[in-house]
């Protein structure tokens, strides 16, 4: 069974600066995504990014990157110049590519923007 | 203009009584999910429907049954509530044949069980 480790519960940084976000993961899949999802107070799930493990080149997404380690089965999502409305509860997930569609959450990393 | 929708958004009730949750999706998805995330922030899967046929069942108690009267919906009915159903669940869609595989989620209900 696959697993998800986010091993920051909190964090917490000043606005303008860039943060990473920890993951590592655990499968024998060779092939599988993995996503980056972002949950403000409103408490709606927000896809931020994804990549496809195939894919050697690391995905962005304007402020938000990704460093894809494949060997390492890591993860990490790097928000550049930080703003207030980054503050929210983000969590990493896997999904393999074939087989039940189901992603497989980390426990979440609550992310604290101050101003 | 929702792509996914929840109704009712929160949800208050009494141990023991029997409630339902609907779902819709108006992006013309295939497959539609029930996850739930607990008082911890813990997300877990609980079912997954594609083409009104139910492909995932995650060992979720058999008070939980799942419908799917089209693709576009998915409800998800709860006998018999105990305290430990209190938790958000959240519905949400995708192609199957969709490369990228995204997920889309809807706002969740907030159920709480007294």
């Known amino acids: 069974a696959q697993t998800v480790t986010q091993s920051q519960p909190e964090m917490s940084v000043q606005e303008a600066e860039t943060v990473t976000l920890s993951c590592t993961y655990d499968?024998?899949?060779?092939?599988?995504?993995l996503f980056w999802y972002k949950q403000p107070p409103s408490r709606q799930m927000i896809l931020v990014i994804r990549?496809?493990?195939?894919?050697?080149q690391n995905a962005t997404e304007n402020r938000f990157s990704v460093n894809f380690q494949k060997a390492a089965k890591s993860f990490s999502l790097k928000i550049s110049d930080s703003q207030l409305g980054d503050t929210a509860m983000y969590f990493c997930?896997?999904?393999?590519?074939?087989?039940?569609?189901?992603?497989?959450f980390g426990q979440g990393t609550r992310l604290t923007i101050n101003p | 203009d929702t792509a996914v929708s929840q109704t009712p958004k929160y949800l208050v009730t009494q141990m023991g009584n029997d409630k339902s949750i609907k779902c819709e999706q108006n992006?013309?998805?295939?497959?539609m999910y029930w996850y739930k995330q607990d008082s911890k922030k813990f997300l877990k899967i609980m079912f997954s429907?594609?083409?009104?046929?139910?492909?995932i069942n995650e060992t979720v108690p058999n008070r939980f049954s799942p419908k799917s009267p089209d693709k576009a919906h998915l409800n998800l009915h709860i006998n018999s509530l105990e305290l430990g159903d209190s938790a958000v669940y959240f519905c949400?869609?995708?192609?199957?044949?969709?490369?990228?595989?995204?997920?889309?989620f809807g706002p969740g209900t907030r159920l709480l069980v007294l």
């Open positions: 949400a869609s995708s192609r199957i044949g969709d490369g990228a595989k995204t997920q889309y």
């Open positions: 990549q496809e493990a195939y894919k050697q």
């Open positions: 997930a896997f999904m393999k590519s074939q087989g039940a569609q189901k992603l497989v």
């Open positions: 992006l013309g998805h295939d497959t």
């Open positions: 429907y594609n083409n009104k046929e139910l492909i």
């Open positions: 499968t024998s899949e060779s092939n599988y995504y």
